[in-house]
């Protein structure tokens, strides 16, 4: 057999604990670590797992392939900019008070009522927070591919493109 500390030779290694691994050592080597004190067929729980198994572990539950189509995801509501000008009439306060409150421009509150700027997830965040509402919905990930014919409605390529 082979000592897995100093790779000598040995006829036999002996089986030790060295830092919470299971390491079979030669007899010169087995001073650096425990008696290994576990039975064949049963695990001993005074013992650590190695960390080689625990590696290993987190690599297969890293390495699990995820459905990205099957999980829901939150997305900005359809119309976001009538549901915040709505809630900040409730709250009694024009553009400027609201902008103010919020530490933003008023143009950018303003765009974002018209439906003009989608607004990012910071901004949506503070909104919510400031009006009490939710921007955000829970909006299941189709898994259709290719569109079967159908003329999309969101934006495609054609939508970047310059026709002259």
Known sequence: MICEMCGKEVPVAKPMIVEGTKLNL???????????????????????KSVIEERLQRRERRMQ??????????????????????AREAKGMDIDEFAKSILERRGI???????????????IIKL??????????????????????????????SNFIKKE
């Not at 030669?26 to 650590?48: I, L, M």
């Not at 829970?138 to 014919?149: K, L, P, R």
């Open 109 to 123: 509150i303003a765009r974002i009522e018209a439906n003009d700027l989608v607004p990012d997830d910071k901004m």
């Open 65 to 86: 392939t995820r459905d990205v189509y099957s999980s829901t995801t939150k997305e900005l509501v359809e119309d976001y900019g009538r549901t915040v000008r709505e």
């Open 26 to 48: 030669c007899p010169s080597c087995a001073r650096f670590g425990d008696e290994y004190k576990g039975t064949g067929s049963q695990p001993n729980p005074s013992v650590p």
């Open 128 to 157: 919510e927070k400031a009006l009490g509402i939710c921007l955000r919905e829970d909006v299941q990930s189709g898994g259709q591919v290719g569109g079967g014919g159908r003329k999309s409605e969101g934006m495609t390529l």
